[in-house]
């Protein structure tokens, strides 16, 4: 479904829903059953995300353990200009916008107000999506949005042909959720949208030690422990299930041989979970994990081995000197 809110030629909106509440739940119970069912257990980390989980990690970003969010800002300030003058592009695509806050810093780069036309924000939420856009639109009142309200791993074809030069950003270490090879699959389809000259920006969590990444998912004040509970309150909400969240531990460590933080909720007694959507009952015994999170880290050795394994190549690696976060432009080989 299209809808046309402003006309084009003097900069409006576009909003195209591909995923309305019904089939969210509909994609919801298919990965829940197969997380659940598994062994060992797990769920997708984008349940997170509800109302409340947003606005958990928003609180996240504003602790003083958790670096991401300020590193990744603070280089995408430094680097903005440069990277829209190098890519000229006539549109801009946001992968997982949200808010698009770090989004404007590309936006409203002195080199982008001579090429940008098309803003395309592409997020599962709907009214992010709106609401965002409405507030875009009184900063860059000439801009054209698109928006598009889809899941990644079935609508980025949705998106629609480029006006000329693209430049698809995906930021806030997003890429480390996925695992190698949801990465390649997710990557080489991304590849697609970048015909005629497009360019691909990532934000990346550097591998460093493990006391920062330790400390970056079990803040003090328990608030990264919250958001990990609230998936079940999610699952909970989506399927009339009745997990008891209270009931699990947080659990959040750094793999150092797989690069990777992974978030854990451990089952402090045996309980049994009914979750009526599904038709589905089950047993978790007491010290019985489900797996929420991975978070991958990177070094620029890896990124550009996964990026020419998926068909593209590096063209700049951005970090600044205290090596916390990085980003890489790629484009297609």
Known sequence: MSIQE???TSGGLTIDVH???QGHLETMADDV????TSSPKYLLAKYFYDDRGSQLFEQITELPEYYPTRAERALLVSVADEVMASTQPTDLVELGS???SKTKLLLGAPSAAEYLQRYIPFDVSESI???TAASLLEDFPKLDIHGIIGDFEHHLDRIPQPLGRRLVVFLGGTIGNMNPDQRRSFLRNVRSLLSGGGSLLIGL??????DTLNAAYNDAAGVTAEFNRNILRAVNEGLQADFSPDQFLHLAFYNSEASRIEMHLAAQETQTVHLNELG???EIQKGETIWTESSYKFTETSVAAFLKDAGLRMEHWYVQDDSLFGMVMATPN
């Open 129 to 131: 999506v709106r609401s």
């Open 19 to 21: 995923l309305n509440s």
């Open 98 to 100: 949200g808010s698009s």
């Open 280 to 282: 589905l009952s089950m």
């Open 33 to 36: 059953r197969r997380g659940l």
């Open 205 to 210: 969590d550097l591998v460093k030690d493990s």
């Open 6 to 8: 402003q006309p084009h």
